[in-house]
T-cell receptor, first 113, second 114 residues
Framework: EADIYQTPRYLVIGTGKKITLECSQTMGHDKMYWYQQDPGMELHLIHYSYGVNSTEKGDLSSESTVSRIRTEHFPLTLESARPSHTSQYLC????????????FGEGSWLTVV | KNQVEQSPQSLIILEGKNCTLQCNYTVSPFSNLRWYKQDTGRGPVSLTIMTFSENTKSNGRYTATLDADTKQSSLHITASQLSDSASYICVVSDRGSTLGRLYFGRGTQLTVWP
């Protein structure tokens, strides 16, 4: 079992609300990622980090922001949620180097009404 | 354009039967290929990772093969169990960037019936 945790697992919020999805890992991994996945579709990278104070945007344009103040913590924030943000958000982490296993959290299902 | 295509899109088999899932990719330069299992509503779990020099790798009843020349991989599941019902995702990583960019297939949805 991977030691990477996401909260909340499920969330329904109204349009315009601010939301933060939490992600924590206890494996000491430097690399962390946020992916977005719609049902039946592939995962899309929206943010990643190589380590503390390092954050980069991924392939898929996203209105969300991330921060990496501590190695184990990589929260994702939506300042003003819209129905188009309804999706599953998956956090992941991996050690430095190529070919290492990427460990995923259980995901956060966000519904914006 | 770097792509990962999986087939079939969905598959139904009876418990105890074997099955093979396919993955074709165009990602270049190739670094490694991973198979993940994703249960409904859960995060993906790693099954295998293969580099260019590896032709086959097993993890219990799961055996993955890789033909880097034809850019094809397969995942063979032996003696299927009800718990094998899940989406199986093929993920290919390139060597062209520091991140080792990952390209995800859409997955094969496997359903195992009793």
């Amino acid at each position: 079992e991977a030691d990477i945790y996401q909260t909340p697992r499920y969330l329904v919020i109204g349009t315009g609300k601010k939301i933060t999805l939490e992600c924590s890992q206890t494996m000491g991994h430097d690399k962390m990622y946020w992916y977005q996945q719609d049902p039946g579709m592939e995962l899309h990278l929206i943010h990643y980090s190589y380590g503390v104070n390092s954050t980069e945007k991924g392939d898929l344009s996203s209105e969300s922001t991330v921060s990496r103040i501590r190695t184990e913590h990589f929260p994702l924030t939506l300042e003003s949620a819209r129905p188009s943000h309804t999706s599953q958000y998956l956090c992941a982490s991996s050690p430095q180097g190529e070919g290492n296993t990427i460990y995923f959290g259980e995901g956060s299902w966000l519904t914006v009404v | 354009k770097n792509q990962v295509e999986q087939s079939p899109q969905s598959l139904i088999i009876l418990e105890g039967k074997n099955c093979t899932l396919q993955c074709n990719y165009t990602v270049s330069p190739f670094s490694n290929l991973r198979w993940y299992k994703q249960d409904t509503g859960r995060g993906p779990v790693s099954l295998t990772i293969m580099t260019f020099s590896e032709n086959t790798k097993s993890n219990g009843r799961y055996t993955a093969t890789l033909d880097a020349d034809t850019k094809q991989s397969s995942l063979h599941i032996t003696a299927s169990q009800l718990s094998d019902s899940a989406s199986y995702i093929c993920v290919v990583s390139d060597r062209g960037s520091t991140l080792g960019r990952l390209y995800f297939g859409r997955g094969t949805q496997l359903t195992v019936w009793p």
